[in-house]
């Protein structure tokens, strides 16, 4: 079973940079894919970004195209999530995500959730 943990988050003035990590285990390299949602409040949880774990392919929201950047670790079987330019409505709960299997790297096709990190933006 896969288990994820996020860290990095925090607050940051508008404009600043994040980086987000999550730390996987039991997490190996016939793992599917791998993803950030976030979720701010009253609103629904969206992805941010995926990565296909074999070939480094991403997608990004295109709210975040251009500022934000998915990348892994396999080594250290870790997920991070750069975050450039923030603005204030990028602020909201940041979950890692996985998914072993070949299938949909959506909401209802993820099988491992993270806890968490709180991302607050200052203007």
């Known amino acids: 079973e896969v288990q994820l943990v996020e860290s990095g988050g925090g607050s940051v003035q508008a404009g600043g940079s994040l980086r987000l990590s999550c730390a996987a285990s039991?997490?190996?390299?016939?793992?599917?894919?791998m993803a950030w949602f976030r979720q701010a409040p009253g609103k629904e949880r969206e992805r941010v970004a995926r990565?296909?774990?074999?070939?480094?392919?991403?997608v990004y929201a295109d709210s975040v195209k251009g500022r934000f950047t998915i990348s892994q670790d396999n080594a250290k079987n870790t997920l991070y999530l750069q975050m450039n330019s923030l603005k204030p409505e990028d602020a909201a709960m940041y979950y890692c995500?996985?998914?072993?299997?070949?299938?949909?790297?959506?909401?209802?096709?993820?099988?491992?959730w993270g806890k968490g990190t709180l991302v607050t933006i200052s203007s």
């Open positions: 039991g997490y190996t390299v016939s793992s599917y894919c």
């Open positions: 990565i296909l774990v074999r070939s480094g392919n991403t």
């Open positions: 995500a996985a998914r072993s299997r070949i299938g949909l790297c959506n909401e209802d096709g993820i099988e491992y």
